[in-house]
């Protein structure tokens, strides 16, 4: 039996039957870790893991073995701080960066026994959608070195295609989780905005970020969710919500399930060249009892537009901090502290970065501030309060992930336009803030993967999970090898 396989729920089991150690689980993980080394997925393996997993296993001798991931290896998106550890966002300007404190996540993950693998590769300052724009070069792809791992995540969803980890977190600010899932064959979700703090996550766009698990199945997400969720005091942005046992909700039926396709997203579909995949799930749900229904949702054709005024607007907010005098690498040619924070930053950030200030800035500057960003809110809460209705009529709501495959290392790079358009169907659970997962489905002409997206009410993980897991489950086309 290959240990590394295992999800998050089947290790927890194993290692308290004590089939093997978490010493050697760990030691296999690293291994994989090494093997896989060209992929670039992860940046830095901590040196206190396999300290901590022997701390497991004697839990495990002396029967005092406690929390619901006690024991699961897990590795963190190169964005989320762990004290004592780097965290560069993979970016030059933060290279040297160590935290000085622990983000709100991992202390969750740490306090229910998960030991911290490492860190994951990234997009630099998680602005970008293929892996490639990061100071470590590109990740590659899990199925092929010659695809895009897909970003801003990853790594950390290809540590988990290729069992580096049992689970991994990343960053999703407009689709950041999902499409590298997608990508890469494997479950990633971005909860309800405000389910999961973002206290100790190197901010893009605040109003937009989101935390979230990537995993190997449905239902360890549904389990990392649970420990991962809460009120939490250093992040007013946290929502005070019960928090259920979110497995409780996967009913293995989907029967009477009512599923909303959006049809202004659906006639997009239909321009490529995996409608069919599509479709072939769509009457698949139906044949196992739920229904289809039809949403149209006004001025949905603008949500991409708003997302790039709203994200770049907070982004260049928010690495504002980042001047060259606290956190980061500052320049030494700089002769006084104008040329200090000028040439800092230029040498600092690199070019996807530096272009979305720009923009951001732009939007923000007297005179466009109106024409640009105050419309892009107020589409915001338009968008909101259509999805909110559209709701009323469904259960749930389904669309593909992305418009198709990974697609090949530097295609995109001189048309960002087109880069950008790839976020077609990921941005709208960013700009409403609704939970969303990516689980595959298909298989697109070159057999590499292809994730459909499930999105539920806010704070209604359950619905989004009982559909998702049944796709997982049910549907043939999702089965790899």
């Known amino acids: 039996m290959d240990i590394t396989k295992l999800g998050v729920k089947e290790i927890k089991e194993r290692l308290e039957r004590r089939e093997f150690s978490c010493e050697q689980l760990v030691k296999a993980f690293i291994e994989n870790i090494e093997r896989f080394e060209g992929k670039n997925a992860v940046v830095e393996v901590f040196s206190d893991a396999l300290d901590k997993a022997r701390s497991v296993d004697e839990q495990i001798r002396l029967g005092i073995m406690e929390g619901e991931l006690a024991g699961v290896p897990i590795i963190i998106k190169d964005n989320i701080l762990k004290e004592g550890k780097k965290a560069s966002c993979a970016s030059a300007f933060l290279k040297d960066f160590v935290s000085p404190y622990t983000s709100t996540v991992v202390e969750k993950l740490e306090r229910a026994?998960?030991?911290?693998?490492?860190?994951?590769?990234?997009?630099?300052?998680?602005?970008?959608?293929?892996?490639?724009?990061?100071?470590?070069?590109?990740?590659?792809n899990s199925r092929s070195d010659s695809k895009v791992a897909g970003g801003s995540s990853g790594g950390s969803a290809v540590s988990v295609a290729l069992n580096m980890c049992a689970c991994a977190l990343g960053t999703d600010t407009g689709g950041s989780v999902r499409q590298p899932s997608s990508f890469n064959g494997v479950v990633g979700l971005k909860p309800t905005y405000g389910r999961v703090s973002r206290y100790g996550v190197v901010a893009f766009a605040s109003s937009l970020d989101q935390v979230g698990?990537?995993?190997?199945?449905?239902?360890?997400?549904?389990?990392?969710?649970?420990?991962?969720?809460?009120?939490?005091?250093?992040d007013q942005t946290s929502l005070n919500a019960y928090v259920p046992d979110f497995s409780q909700f996967i009913t293995g039926s989907i029967e009477g399930v009512r599923v909303g396709v959006i049809k202004e997203l659906l006639d997009i579909v239909k321009t490529t060249?995996?409608?069919?995949?599509?479709?072939?799930?769509?009457?698949?749900?139906?044949?196992?009892?739920?229904?289809?229904?039809?949403?149209s949702i006004k001025n949905l054709k603008l949500v991409l537009p708003a997302y790039y005024i709203i994200a770049p607007a907070e982004a260049a907010s928010n690495l504002g901090r980042f001047d060259g005098i606290k956190y980061t690498t500052r320049s030494k040619q700089a002769g006084d502290i104008t040329e200090l924070y000028a040439m800092s930053r230029t040498q600092g950030f690199g070019k996807e970065v530096k272009k979305r200030i720009m923009l951001g800035n732009y939007v923000l500057s007297s005179g466009y501030y109106d024409a640009y960003y105050k419309k892009a809110k107020k589409l915001q809460l338009e968008i909101d309060k259509s999805l909110n209705e559209a709701f009323k009529l469904c259960d749930a709501i389904v669309m593909p992930t992305t418009l198709g495959e990974a697609f090949e290392l530097g295609e995109m790079n001189s048309d960002p336009i087109k880069m950008y358009k790839e976020d077609i169907f990921t941005v709208l659970a960013n700009i409403t803030g609704?939970?969303?997962?990516?689980?595959?489905?298909?298989?697109?002409?070159?057999?590499?993967?292809?994730?459909?997206?499930?999105l539920s009410k806010k704070l209604c993980e359950g619905d989004l999970f009982n559909l998702a897991d049944f796709i997982e489950k049910n549907y043939m086309e999702a089965k790899y090898e």
Do not use: W
């Not at 069919?276 to 949403?295: D, M, Q």
């Open 113 to 140: 026994g998960a030991i911290i693998l490492g860190r994951a590769n990234m997009d630099e300052f998680a602005m970008g959608g293929s892996n490639e724009k990061s100071v470590y070069g590109a990740c590659k």
């Open 273 to 295: 060249k995996y409608y069919p995949n599509f479709n072939r799930l769509l009457e698949f749900l139906k044949a196992n009892g739920a229904s289809v229904i039809e949403l």
């Open 213 to 234: 698990p990537i995993t190997k199945t449905v239902e360890d997400s549904a389990l990392m969710l649970k420990v991962l969720s809460g009120k939490d005091e250093h």
């Open 434 to 454: 609704l939970p969303a997962i990516s689980v595959p489905y298909s298989k697109g002409e070159n057999m590499l993967p292809l994730g459909v997206q499930v």
